[in-house]
T-cell receptor, first 113, second 111 residues
Framework: DSGVTQTPKHLITATGQRVTLRCSPR?????VYWYQQSLDQGLQFLIQ???????AKGNILERFSAQQFPDLHSELNLSSLELGDSALYFC????????????FGSGTRLTVV | GQQVMQIPQYQHVQEGEDFTTYCNSS?????IQWYKQRPGGHPVFLIQ?????EVKKQKRLTFQFGEAKKNSSLHITATQTTDVGTYFC???????????FGKGTRLSVIA
């Protein structure tokens, strides 16, 4: 157990639907990051939050949104899902922005059918 | 934007052989990190290099950061079946930016 909790582990949904992925960071970590991993694209950075505020955005589609709550857990919302959104979605946390190693959760495998 | 390239994409070795993966950044990095992802698992932090020319060792693993802080390598001596997985390098452009990951090198070890 890495200390970063992601739910659900697996999700199968139809095209056009909306899903919410949840992440609880490791105790004491203030930064949360979302990454998408697909076979041919490696780990793609989506978005970062630090202590409740959005800190950086990567290649996140407009159909996707995220937030970090006062208790520091984060949710990634994916809407109008397409087949190409099928991937592993990882949440990671770190003590703060900058020169710290990331602790990854076990991921949510999303399959869009 | 910043890009981190990693080669090779795949490497198959006999158990006991050495293995090296290389990482190159399009920009100067403030630090570089290495992660290992076992099949079906999640990335696990291995190490962080910060100083120009830095070399760090973890048992059979040797990590190097180039003098110009734009490249790095991971060398595994005498691979074992437990070394199987994908090794990712990830670079940080400046202190507060998120990690940019290379595409990883998938290592297979044949017993």
């Amino acid at each position: 157990d890495s200390g970063v909790t992601q739910t659900p582990k697996h999700l199968i949904t139809a095209t056009g639907q909306r899903v919410t992925l949840r992440c609880s960071p490791r105790s004491g970590d203030l930064s949360v990051y979302w990454y998408q991993q697909s076979l041919d694209q490696g780990l793609q950075f989506l978005i970062q939050y630090y202590n409740g505020e959005e800190r950086a955005k990567g290649n996140i589609l407009e159909r996707f949104s995220a937030q970090q709550f006062p208790d520091l857990h984060s949710e990634l919302n994916l809407s109008s899902l397409e087949l190409g959104d099928s991937a592993l979605y990882f949440c990671a946390s770190s003590v703060g922005p900058g020169n710290y190693g990331y602790t990854f959760g076990s991921g949510t495998r999303l399959t869009v059918v | 934007g910043q890009q981190v390239m990693q080669i090779p994409q795949y490497q198959h070795v006999q158990e006991g052989e050495d293995f090296t993966t290389y990482c190159n950044s399009s920009t100067t990095l403030s630090n570089i990190q290495w992660y290992k992802q076992r099949p079906g698992g999640h990335p696990v932090f291995l190490i962080q290099l910060v100083k120009s020319g830095e070399v760090k060792k973890q048992k059979r693993l040797t990590f190097q950061f180039g003098e110009a802080k734009k490249n790095s390598s991971l060398h595994i001596t005498a691979t074992q079946t437990t070394d199987v997985g994908t090794y990712f390098c990830a670079g940080v452009n400046s202190g507060n930016t998120p990690l940019v990951f290379g595409k990883g090198t998938r290592l297979s070890v044949i017993a």
